[in-house]
């Protein structure tokens, strides 16, 4: 069974850094492109950046320059480091695999994780 487990998430000031993990399980994910996400209160689930498989990433631009997404295979888990972090950034956090590995169309996500709430202050 495919599961994944975010954690790391917290109060942070602005200009604070924060580092959220992803835990995958259930298969191996190293073939597979692993995006974070995220949702703002009365907004919609926004794309935040993707990993693919060989490790080339992209992100949005609201998050680019101050994000950055890695993985390690052999641990099965995807990361998220924050830096430069702004109230704006505040939000639940999810990560989600994509099959196909490429990794830009929201569709193509098929199984999510319970999401780990990011709060910075000002």
């Known amino acids: 069974q495919v599961q994944l487990v975010e954690s790391g998430g917290g109060l942070v000031q602005a200009g604070g850094s924060l580092r959220l993990s992803c835990a995958a399980s259930?298969?191996?994910?190293?073939?597979?492109?692993m995006g974070w996400f995220r949702q703002a209160p009365g907004k919609e689930r926004e794309f935040v950046g993707t990993?693919?498989?060989?490790?080339?990433?992209y992100y949005a631009d609201s998050v680019k320059g101050r994000f950055t997404i890695s993985r390690d295979n052999a641990k099965n888990t995807v990361y998220l480091q924050m830096n430069s972090l702004k109230p704006e950034d505040t939000a639940v956090y999810y990560c989600?695999?994509?099959?196909?590995?490429?990794?830009?169309?929201?569709?193509?996500?098929?199984?999510w994780g319970q999401g780990t709430q990011v709060t910075v202050s000002s």
């Open positions: 989600a695999v994509d099959w196909s590995n490429y990794g830009l169309i929201y569709r193509d996500y098929n199984y």
């Open positions: 259930g298969r191996t994910f190293s073939s597979y492109a």
């Open positions: 990993i693919r498989s060989g490790g080339s990433t």
